[in-house]
């Protein structure tokens, strides 16, 4: 039962909570100890969060999921954890975060409830909606990114704001598009709000998505405002990594088929980690090291 729980607070997904960090590094508070370790809480935070969103997902879900030929797997879906420890571990994990978040910062604390009520309304209904399903998920990530702006005591950036929405819906999207084309005629049953959708449609809002969350990354990197703050221009150079990361990710969707699970994509695809970790280091280079 132990190791059906830990799978269903899904680990993997973990990784999307690194945004909580992404305050830290361009309010230039890395290599500051007490940001960072509020910034390491906050990402615990919401790790145990997100993870009780997942159980209360796979609970809603469960006669749904039996029918899709992956997560029917799922230790909910296919019997291996019942549903009564499934809610325990998800009322202490959601208790946990929320009490803690608010110990921590009364207002990382308010942006952890909101995330949570949004993620809620998403399971319970949001989801069904058009549009406002992937509008949502990208919601989900911008509060991660504000979350992490307050542990350390800086106003978000609009223009992190606007790249990190962007981004998450260009990745909502694709995964819309992969399960549109996966399951086909049973995706329905699945999700219901599929069949809402075209290929047609998505690829145009994939298209829209992805030429805008480039341009606003570019603009935010030659904007007076961003130069005047770091003192420099040179973080137009982090552009290229941007670039390739976008189409490297598009060739996945597109060629790989690879849209279904962005968070296996992040951790598995080589080209794209390596693209990742040299943006990263571009990143810092340029804002500490004054590159």
């Not at 019942?82 to 959601?94: F, M, N, Q, Y």
């Not at 909606?129 to 992490?148: C, I, K, P, S």
């Not at 005629?185 to 298209?207: C, F, I, N, W």
């Not at 003192?231 to 137009?236: I, P, S, V, Y």
Request: glycine content about 6%; some cysteine.
């Amino acid at each position: 039962m132990i190791a059906a729980l830990f799978v269903s607070l899904r680990p993997k997904q973990w990784s999307k909570n690194l945004l909580v960090f992404a305050g830290l590094v361009f309010s230039r508070n890395l290599f500051n100890p007490t940001d960072f370790l509020r910034s390491l809480a906050g990402f615990v935070a919401f790790c145990l969060l997100s993870s009780a969103v997942y159980l209360i997902n796979d609970l809603a879900d469960v006669e749904s999921d039996r029918l899709h030929p992956l997560k029917r797997f799922r230790p909910i879906a296919s019997g291996r954890l019942k549903p009564g420890p499934a809610k325990v571990a998800a009322v202490v994990a959601a208790a946990l975060a929320l009490v803690g978040g608010w110990a921590l910062d009364w207002r990382f604390g308010v942006v952890g409830l909101t995330y949570f009520l949004m993620q809620l309304a998403y399971s319970f209904g949001l989801k069904r909606m058009v549009v406002l399903d992937v509008m949502t998920v990208a919601a989900g990530f911008a509060l991660r990114a504000v979350a992490g702006t307050v542990l350390v005591h800086v106003t978000i950036s609009s223009w992190l704001f606007v790249c990190t929405i962007l981004g998450a819906l260009f990745i909502a999207l694709a995964k819309r598009r992969h399960e549109l084309l996966f399951l086909e005629s049973g995706g329905t049953a699945h999700r219901a709000v599929l069949e809402k959708y075209s290929e047609p449609l998505l690829d145009q809002m994939m298209a829209v998505a992805t030429s805008s969350t480039v341009i606003a990354y570019c603009l935010y990197t030659i904007a007076p405002e961003t130069v005047a703050k770091f003192g420099t221009h040179n973080l137009m150079l982090t552009v290229p990594f941007v670039l390739y990361g976008v189409y490297r990710y598009l060739y996945l969707v597109y060629r790989k088929e690879m849209g279904g699970a962005p968070e296996k994509v992040l951790l598995t695809d080589v080209p794209l980690i390596v693209d990742g970790l040299l943006w990263a280091a571009s990143v810092v280079a340029v804002l500490y090291l004054k590159f």
